[in-house]
């Protein structure tokens, strides 16, 4: 089974991104799963966002830190399971932490999403939260794990955690692809798989206002980037619940040789 993970979609040049790759690649995969927390130009997803995802061929969206950004999105995370926020909010909110679904194979996938707490807001433990995905999903049924935090440490660890019991540990958050994607006792880790929006801007924002902000320690409203974004995601090779490859995807519309460009890792 081919699964392919997108990294956080940034506002309307990285859902183009998703649309374009989807349109020529889907074919090649049997589950897509993308970070949408940052759909809304930076601040979460709207309902149009997630409809735009979906309709592109992606099958689960997770979320983040943003999750509640726009208004709608507790009315959202309650209409559909394949929308995932973080497991580590509390017990009680809105929407679910884990969905088990059927890749296009009929494989069964369960994907989860945690936060972590290092220079995050206050959250449940991850790791608990990491176990009761992976304890949800049947002996032999996939397990990916987005782990959405900032420390490189904190996600390392949380992968050495689920070494040998997730499928795949997923960084997201950080909106810069690393170079040390690897493949540990059938468990595919990457410390982030980078950011799908405009990669000329600071992590999605334009420069300008940016740069005012730093120089001058005065406010100014931050505005998304424009023009064609970079996709960043990685493939993943699985069988059962093991990891056999997993490869780094970097790739823009206008260049789409950059999709050959992959770092392999074998079984």
Request: aromatic fraction near 6%.
């Amino acid at each position: 089974m081919r699964v392919l993970f997108i990294g956080d979609v940034y506002g309307a040049p990285g859902i183009a991104a998703v649309q374009a790759y989807l349109h020529a690649y889907l074919e090649s995969f049997d589950l897509v799963i993308a970070n949408g927390e940052n759909a809304a130009g930076g601040f979460g997803i709207t309902r149009a966002n997630f409809r735009a995802l979906r309709g592109a061929g992606v099958d689960v969206v997770t979320l983040g830190n943003h999750t509640f950004d726009q208004a709608e999105a507790a009315e959202l995370l309650e209409e559909t399971p394949r929308l995932v926020r973080p497991l580590t909010y509390p017990r009680g909110t809105p929407g679910v932490g884990f969905v088990t679904v059927s890749a296009r194979g009929g494989e069964r996938v369960t994907v989860g999403q945690v936060m972590g707490r290092l220079f995050m807001e206050p959250m449940d433990d991850p790791f608990e939260a990491a176990d009761a995905v992976v304890e949800a999903a049947g002996p032999d049924e996939a397990v990916i794990v987005d782990v959405h935090a900032e420390a490189t440490s904190e996600k390392k660890v949380l992968a050495y955690h689920l070494e040998g019991r997730a499928s795949a540990v997923i960084g997201t958050h950080t909106h810069v692809q690393t170079a040390d994607e690897a493949l540990q006792a059938g468990t595919a880790t990457i410390t982030d798989v980078g950011m799908t929006g405009v990669e000329r801007s600071s992590i999605g924002m334009r420069f300008e206002e940016v740069y005012h902000r730093m120089r001058t320690k005065r406010p100014k409203r931050f505005k998304p980037a424009t023009g064609q974004a970079t996709l960043c995601a990685v493939a993943l090779e699985l069988e059962g619940r093991r990891a056999l490859a997993i490869e780094r995807i970097r790739w823009r519309a206008d260049a789409p040789e950059s999709s050959h460009a992959l770092h392999r890792h074998g079984s």
